[in-house]
């Protein structure tokens, strides 16, 4: 199995991305947020499973193991094919996810494209004890659901002050590293933290 994809991106569309290793361009199906994320020319790491079929085999690319690791719990729900759990994964965050398993809210998956009602009531019986809203951070120690929920606010608080996408989700992640397991957790914390890692480059960055 291919679990994971280091190279250079050399293609880019709305849902896949083509990044080159060795010389060899791999397809990667991906969520739409990864694909904007990625760059022509830029570094590219995805964590992937690759899904064989009698008449093709396809990879899928995910930012982070958590996300990856939803997906394959997902692709174990009747009636849930790959391209309905990527659509899952694109419209909900694994926090939202899981939060909407533990609250037996199957609202949530009925808005995916492609999920109807029952499917979307299945997902949240057969996904029960499996997609747990507190894990162990990479960090070590941070809930990943609230972890996750925070890191996102923070990023979409930077862009809202003028840092692009990319700047502001490579702060957070630097800052996350070195900050407490309170820190992480709170909104407030880790941006004044991820501000006063980005210092000098604020003038820059905002005013490109």
């Known amino acids: 199995m291919i679990s994971s994809v ?7 569309d709305a849902d896949s991305v083509v990044v080159e290793v060795g010389g060899v361009g791999l397809h990667v199906a991906v969520t739409p947020q990864v694909a904007r ?5 830029e570094a590219v790491l995805l964590h992937t499973t690759l899904i064989v079929r009698e008449d093709a085999l396809s990879l899928f690319g995910f930012e ?3 996300e990856l ?7 174990g729900v009747t009636g849930v094919g790959p391209k309905s759990a990527l659509g899952v994964l694109a419209t909900l965050t694994v926090p939202q996810i899981a939060d909407a398993v533990a609250a037996d809210d199957d609202a949530p998956f009925r808005r995916v ?7 979307a009531k299945l997902i949240v ?8 809203a507190s894990r162990p951070s990479v960090a070590g120690g941070a809930d990943v659901a609230t972890a996750g929920g925070v890191t996102a606010q923070v990023v979409q608080a930077l862009i809202g002050l003028g840092w692009s996408e990319r700047i502001a989700a490579d702060a957070v992640e630097t ?7 309170g820190d992480r957790a709170s909104v407030p914390a880790l941006l004044r933290l991820t501000l006063a890692a980005l210092g000098p480059a604020r003038k820059e960055s905002v005013n490109g």
């Open 69 to 75: 690791a939803v997906f394959t719990q997902l692709l």
């Open 6 to 12: 280091r190279g250079t991106a050399v293609h880019v």
């Open 175 to 181: 800052a996350a590293v070195d900050a407490s397991e």
């Open 37 to 41: 994320a990625t760059s022509l020319g």
């Open 64 to 66: 982070t193991r958590e």
């Open 125 to 132: 019986v057969q996904l029960t004890g499996k997609v747990i």
């Open 113 to 119: 494209s492609g999920i109807g009602p029952k499917t």
